[in-house]
């Protein structure tokens, strides 16, 4: 806002406003009440309501001014305008009044009431009564699955549904139909909506159309909602979420702006995927400990009960979705010999090739990549795995079409003229996957094939920009030198026609782009890949002539990278963890008392270690929130608290370190993991490296039988920033950013908006008497609507100024429309080692990549399990809702495939997965599913929405019959119990939730089970 | 759970050859080959009278567009009917201008001539009533459309008139 800022009159006022946005967005950076309905800060503006009206002046001493649209009107310098001006104000006020004559009125019932933007704007305008005496023109609502609800004669036909829906994110089932007066926006019929953005629907649109149909089932007005700013658990983005809760039950979760992040949009995983923390699935009871009164377990129970493994030794496994606290305190307790990850050998080679990426460079944030000209995604469906990624490079591909209007003086905020414009004009999109993907429509070429030719297809680009220095070449002469650097390898290192194709449009393309950005991810658990991708990265550093890409490791899960800084060379895989504890019936001393095993169901590990896990570890911790395979088999169990009950850190997949505020308090026993491991370390003591920096001094050899100090903890810690201050005191290895940032003096910001209602009367079935609120130590958040106020900070709990109780009161916060908050804060990354890589048993053997399709079986094939938004993430995968979308078995093969075995599309068949190589888990599968033929697909790969016990770079092979039809009943009928239950869950889930908002319990203070 | 089938129709095996080569006319002189939809609408109610579901999903697999996209070009233009009509489509106009020059006489007439009110088809199947927010004809009020035929400065007599002659015609086969 520097050189752009020109000087403009409202009301006879001067105004620093910047003349690359509209006036509009001018107007509300300077903090002016102007309302509106089709302008959108992120979808820009396309005049269609006509509420934005203001008057324009010639010059200063033009009295009559005319009417102009302030969101499709420039910015220039000089301009002089009026808001207040009565023809400009009188022709706002009509415009609701015509809105409302088909409005329903129906705010009692409408779940959008209270935080209406239709209200405010409506009030904004002075509109005030209801003087139209006809008829209202009526709708049928639609079925639009378990997220969202519907409602049509609410509408108020602003068209941000559809801008939204089709135009931002790319959807194909949602559209607007008929004309005038009946204008009706939704699908072509009833079902499902397909976007996994839906929900933003909710958000986006400015009165009660689309609704949060869950939130709806359990409802509560905004205004008694007590929300805390937390971070989404369900992938490695980590967007910034704003969770609220009433009566001890999470009810919903609406967008917190963030301009480096999410900006105003989430995922359907992130919105509806927090079904989990109500499930009926919770630990809500230890296990395993004696408990003398029969009212609370009491912390002496716990040391009591520990007390028998003083100096015993652990192992201990960590998770990628616990918070960076619990992970980092446990490696302490059990040791860093004793610690691992959870990762198997594979992903543990993986761990090593990410790490390594992220010391050499930054992954950029979702705002940089949406400036980016040129995509490639490899290896990873982020739609499913990262799906706010996925939103931000639909937006990176319509820069071709903004350049292109911009050439033409249009600016990018003018949206329909800019698509207009754009025509189908994208800016390229390369994908190199194994399943097809729904980024694939937008691709300017999207390749399928199996990771070991993913890898070749890496590799050889790779070849071509340290070889060819010329980056005018015709695709022809790329193809041509492709050729000839593959000539004289063997048939298998070759790349066939279509990667030709591939690999030289993407140079072509690289050379010509302005910015590239690679996104990867580590979901075909592939290093070589990672490594070929990072090796491919350092080669641009050698060539001047084009800008060095910008590459994006998507991992799996909320807190990867987080786990990822804690790995070292000493930390263990899954399968070495196993096999240091003692067989069984092996009569030797033994080491290890046993296994800590925090927020982690090892999803991977077969039933038969599983069994041996059981069987070989005398005493079985777990610590989860949730009940899973390793909770009911264990010795004790200890109830921790899932993202909304608890504080703690998440580190996303640029290394951003980002803090999660407990939304309410747990019922006790529930308390957050690193409460528990904080008491059991008082037993069990912790150990702290007398070395002290780890990855402070690389080059000198270090020996092996240095001191481990053993540090006996005299107090337990209150609060995560008590925890932080121990850890710094005697960890050189903590991140300091976290202990720095922790503390902050100010008066504590309300968790609830100061119009919460009932507030004397919430436990009056407990008792009569006003409740204490609930006192915290150290928190920057109060329970209570007394407290600062949401302004003091940039983790708003909620978002709401006066005379704007919708989420789009965000721009009263923002320092510019689309900038960052007032309040934010420089983001915080965490720095990392290259300590694992140093271990050898991590190091990628390229060997076997070569090996495995050298012995390749004409039978043999990939089979890759697509992911799903919806159900590939453990935690969101317990939402009802979700379970609900579940989809029947559905393999993509290739036409040959189908042709030899015989089968057509959409036959049901039966298809039995054997294994023919040594380290097989899997010995043999057989799947009733249907056949869909895709023709582009490799003959040596297959795809579907199942899974196989089986890792994938193994080739298995498959033979297909056709099922018969008692089998295709029996699955299908198998099929409907799933959803059965899932409805019957949700259900019930309803019912006991709503007969919980009656018996809420008083926790006077929120600490750990030693807080009253 | 309530969901509906996704329903997929082959366009080789509901369009006739002729529809078929019509629309792939169109859409090759068009930039994309959605923007052939709206051609593509007209041919297939030229063929068959209306546009049913049916026809909307053989289309809209014709010119692999979304046929929510095809739907909201569909029922954006009143001359796309989405429902069964008669051989002849009445439009009658109900703008100002006719108001003021006795549409309503003519409208009562037609009515009662066949028995039918806005939105439907007589028995036989020869006529469908609607109205239409002004034909462009206010200097020749009141006015009706039937077909590609214009008729002006109605009466109910001549309107029942008309609608005789209509029905009497012989389809040209």
Redesign the interface.
């Known amino acids: 806002m520097t050189e752009n800022t020109v000087t403009i009159f409202i009301d006879d006022e001067p105004y620093q406003v910047s003349n690359t946005d509209n006036l509009l967005a001018g107007v509300l950076s300077q903090k002016l009440n102007l309302p509106y309905f089709c302008w959108h800060p992120s979808m820009g503006s396309v005049g269609a309501c006509r509420q934005c009206a203001v008057t324009q002046f010639q010059d200063e001493n033009d009295q009559h001014g005319r009417l102009v649209m302030a969101c499709t009107t420039p910015v220039t310098d000089g301009m002089r305008i009026s808001i207040k001006n009565e023809s400009a104000s009188e022709f706002r006020e009509q415009i609701i009044s015509a809105m409302m004559t088909n409005h329903p009125h129906d705010c009692p019932v409408c779940a959008e009431g209270g935080e209406c933007h239709l209200q405010d704007m409506t009030v904004m305008t002075g509109h005030s009564a209801r003087e139209y005496q006809g008829t209202k023109r009526t709708f049928s609502n639609q079925?639009l699955?378990?997220l969202v609800g519907h409602e049509m004669n609410r509408c108020i036909t602003c068209y941000r549904c559809t801008r939204f829906y089709?135009d931002y994110a790319g959807g194909?089932?949602?559209?607007?139909?008929?004309?005038?007066n009946q204008v009706?926006f939704g699908?072509?019929?009833?079902?499902?909506l397909e976007s996994e953005f839906s929900g933003n629907l909710v958000e986006v649109c400015p009165t009660g159309v689309f609704t949060n149909k869950v939130f709806s089932a359990h409802y509560t007005r905004k205004w008694d909602l007590q929300s805390a700013p937390s971070i989404c658990s369900h992938c490695s983005v980590g967007c910034n979420l704003s969770i609220g809760e009433r009566y001890g039950s999470v009810r919903r979760v609406m967008n917190r702006y963030n301009s480096e992040i999410n900006g105003y949009f989430l995922c359907d995983r992130g919105r509806f995927g927090i079904g989990y923390v109500n499930s009926e699935q919770r630990i809500k009871q230890v296990k395993g400990i004696e408990q003398q009164s029969p009212l609370q377990l009491s912390a002496l129970d716990v040391s009591k009960a520990f007390s028998h493994f003083r100096k015993k030794n652990f192992l201990g496994i960590g998770s990628a979705r616990a918070s960076l606290e619990s992970n980092f305190y446990l490696k302490n307790i059990v040791g860093k010999d004793n610690f691992s990850a959870g990762y198997h050998n594979d992903e543990m080679q993986v761990a090593v090739q990410h790490s390594k990426i992220l010391k050499q460079c930054k992954p950029e944030s979702l705002t940089d990549i949406e400036t980016s000209d040129l995509v490639f995604i490899v290896g990873e469906d982020i739609t499913q795995t990262a799906p706010r990624m996925a939103l931000s490079v639909r937006q990176a591909l319509r820069n071709a079409a903004i350049d292109k209007a911009s050439t033409m003086g249009i600016p990018s905020w003018q949206d329909s003229a800019v698509r207009t414009i754009g025509?189908?004009k994208l800016s390229p999109l390369f994908s190199l996957h194994s399943t097809s993907t729904k980024l694939d429509d937008v691709a300017e070429q999207a390749l399928l094939s199996p990771v070991a030719r993913i890898s070749l297809c890496v590799q050889s680009l790779t070849n071509l920009l340290t070889s060819l220095k010329n980056s005018q070449l015709s695709h022809i002469e790329v193809e041509q030198k492709l050729a000839e650097y593959y000539q004289h390898q063997n048939h298998q290192r070759q790349l066939n026609t279509a990667e030709q194709n591939f690999v030289a449009s993407l140079y072509q393309g690289i050379c010509r782009a302005k910015k590239t950005t690679i996104i990867t991810g580590t979901s075909l658990v592939n290093a070589e890949l990672l490594a070929d991708l990072a090796e491919l990265v350092q080669c641009f550093q050698e060539r001047d002539d084009i800008n060095t890409p910008n590459l994006i490791v998507v991992p799996a899960n909320c807190n990867s990278v987080g786990v990822l800084s804690l790995l070292d060379k000493h930390s263990l895989s899954v399968e070495q963890m196993l096999d240091k504890l003692p067989e069984k019936n092996n009569q030797q001393q033994d080491v290890y008392q046993g296994v800590i095993i925090l927020e982690q169901e090892l999803a991977r590990c077969s039933h038969n270690q599983i069994q041996q896990l059981r069987a070989s570890a005398k005493t079985l911790i777990v610590l989860d929130h949730t009940k899973q395979r390793l909770s009911e088999i264990a010795d004790i169990v200890l109830p921790s608290t899932p993202v909304s009950e608890g504080d703690g850190h998440y580190i996303n997949y640029q290394g951003r370190v980002q803090k999660f505020h407990q939304v309410h308090p747990p019922v006790l026993p529930v308390q957050e993991s690193w409460r528990w491991l904080d008491m059991v370390a008082d037993t069990l003591g912790i150990k702290v490296d007398s070395e002290v920096a780890d990855n402070v001094d690389l080059s000198t050899p270090r020996n092996l039988n240095k001191q481990i100090k053993h540090v006996n903890k005299q107090e337990t810690c209150q609060s995560l920033t008590q925890l932080h201050h121990f850890f710094a005191d005697n960890y050189a290895l903590w991140p300091q950013l976290i202990a720095a940032k922790a503390q902050q003096e100010s008066k504590p910001v309300a968790r609830m908006s100061h119009r919460a209602s009932g507030r004397t009367s919430q436990m009056a079935n407990i008792m009569v008497h006003e409740a204490k609120t609930t006192q915290k130590f150290d928190d920057s958040f109060s329970f209570s609507m007394e407290g600062a106020s949401i302004k003091q900070t940039s983790d708003m709990p909620f978002t709401w100024a006066p005379g704007w109780n919708s989420n789009q009161s965000i721009g009263r916060y923002q320092e510019h429309i689309n900038g960052p908050l007032q309040q934010q804060q420089k983001a915080s990354f965490i720095t990392f080692s290259t300590s694992l890589a140093e271990n050898e048993n991590w190091q990628e053997s390229k060997d076997i990549a070569v090996n495995s399709s050298a012995k390749q079986n004409e039978n043999c094939l990939n089979y890759v399990q697509q992911k799903n938004i919806y159900l590939s993430e453990q935690q969101a995968a317990m939402t009802p809702e979700f379970q609900?979308l579940k989809q029947s078995n559905c393999i993509f093969i290739n036409a040959n495939t189908a042709l030899k075995a015989g089968v057509k599309n959409q036959q049901w068949c039966k298809l039995v997965f054997s294994a023919t190589g040594e380290n097989m888990q899997l010995v043999s599968q057989s799947v009733i599913s249907q056949i869909s033929i895709l023709p582009n697909l490799p003959e040596t790969l297959a795809f579907g929405n199942f899974s196989l016990c089986q890792s994938l770079s193994q080739e298995i092979e498959m033979k297909i019959t056709l099922a018969n039809d008692q089998e295709v009943t029996d699955y299908l009928s198998s099929y409907n119990d799933d959803?059965l239950t899932a409805?019957a869950s949700k259900e019930s889930l309803l019912t006991r939730l709503k007969e919980n908002d009656q018996t809420i319990p008083i926790r006077l203070v929120s600490g750990g089970l030693t807080d009253a | 759970?309530?969901?509906?089938d996704?329903?997929t129709i082959d366009y080789q095996h509901y369009l006739t050859a002729s529809e078929i080569a019509a629309i792939e006319h169109e859409a090759s002189i068009m930039?994309?080959r959605e923007a052939a939809g709206i051609e593509a609408l007209k041919v297939v109610q030229n063929h068959r009278g209306w546009v049913s579901d049916d026809s909307?999903y053989a289309i809209s697999d014709l010119l692999a567009m979304?046929?929510?996209?095809l739907?909201?070009v569909a029922?954006?233009?009143?001359l796309i009917y989405r429902q069964a009509v008669g051989e002849h489509v009445i439009h009658l106009c109900d703008s100002i201008a006719c108001h003021l020059t006795d549409m309503n006489g003519v409208l009562e007439a037609i009515k009662q001539h066949l028995q039918i009110d806005y939105g439907q088809t007589t028995q036989d199947g020869k006529f469908t009533l609607l109205s239409n927010?002004c034909l462009g004809g206010c200097d020749k009020a009141p006015v009706m459309m039937i077909g590609s035929m214009h008729y002006e400065q109605l009466t109910p007599d001549r309107a029942v008139e008309i609608l005789q002659q209509l029905a009497n015609q012989e389809l040209p086969s």
């Open positions: 079925y699955g378990e089709n194909k089932d949602f559209g607007v139909y008929g004309s005038k009706y699908r072509q019929t009833d079902g499902a025509g189908t609900l959803i409805k | 759970m309530e969901t509906i996704t329903i930039e994309t909307l979304p046929v929510a996209q739907e909201g029922t954006f233009y009143n927010a």
